[in-house]
């Protein structure tokens, strides 16, 4: 993989457990040998963090289009700001969360999915996207009581549809996640680690 930068999204229900899993991994794939850096959506940012003080809590949610068009922003200062640069490094760059999050989200609230990719050209196609998949039931126990505006089971059920139909066209591998954290762990870095031996 010398001189060509990986770049891989974990993607999921809320509470399915991908910033663990984000964590896990890329710490697997450093003790591996592997140049990996994690990252997050939304980022780190100027608009990253507008959306987590602004957007994600409240009474209720913003319009879609409205999120669709702030996390396309986003994206591109993430895309621009650390992900291209981490793969011009070489690096493997592992995201909680990309593009299919605004698909499944935005897309489930009733948005196009033709025009939520088109307001994201501008993304980086990930080279794998895995979809943590846990039942919607579950992930909403598991949520704290102070929840964002998109952590209600309907809204979840919905996500979980769209996530899904990008599963049966290919886009995303699914993982099982409502095993133990550890079978997750190892599930995924077989995922990973055969890709990276066939990208050899």
């Given at each position: 993989m010398a001189n060509k930068g990986v770049f891989i999204c974990l993607e999921g229900l809320d509470g399915c457990g991908k910033t663990t899993q984000t964590r896990i991994l890329t710490k697997r794939l450093r003790n591996e040998g592997y140049g990996a850096v994690s990252t997050a959506e939304p980022s780190r940012g100027r608009i990253g963090q507008f959306i987590r003080k602004c957007c994600l809590h409240?009474?209720?949610?913003l319009p879609p289009v409205?999120?669709?068009?702030l996390f396309a922003a986003d994206r591109f200062e993430h895309v621009n700001n650390e992900v291209l640069p981490a793969l011009k490094e070489g690096k493997i760059v592992v995201s909680d969360r990309y593009v299919y999050?605004?698909?499944?989200?935005?897309?489930?609230?009733?948005?196009?999915?033709?025009?939520?990719?088109?307001?994201?050209?501008?993304?980086?196609?990930?080279?794998?996207?895995?979809?943590i998949?846990?039942?919607?039931?579950?992930?909403?126990g598991r949520l704290?009581?102070?929840?964002?505006?998109?952590?209600?089971?309907?809204?979840?059920?919905?996500?979980?549809?769209?996530?899904?139909?990008?599963?049966?066209?290919?886009?995303?591998?699914?993982i099982d996640g409502n095993k133990s954290e550890s079978e997750v762990a190892e599930t995924i870095f077989q995922v990973i680690a055969a890709f990276l031996e066939k990208a050899n």
């Open positions: 409240g009474d209720k949610r409205v999120e669709a068009l999050s605004s698909l499944a989200y935005q897309g489930a609230a009733g948005l196009d999915l033709k025009w939520i990719e088109m307001v994201n050209e501008h993304a980086v196609r990930p080279d794998l996207a895995v979809f998949d846990v039942d919607p039931e579950t992930v909403i704290k009581p102070k929840k964002s505006v998109m952590e209600d089971l309907q809204t979840q059920r919905e996500v979980r549809k769209v996530y899904l139909k990008f599963v049966e066209k290919g886009d995303l591998t699914r």
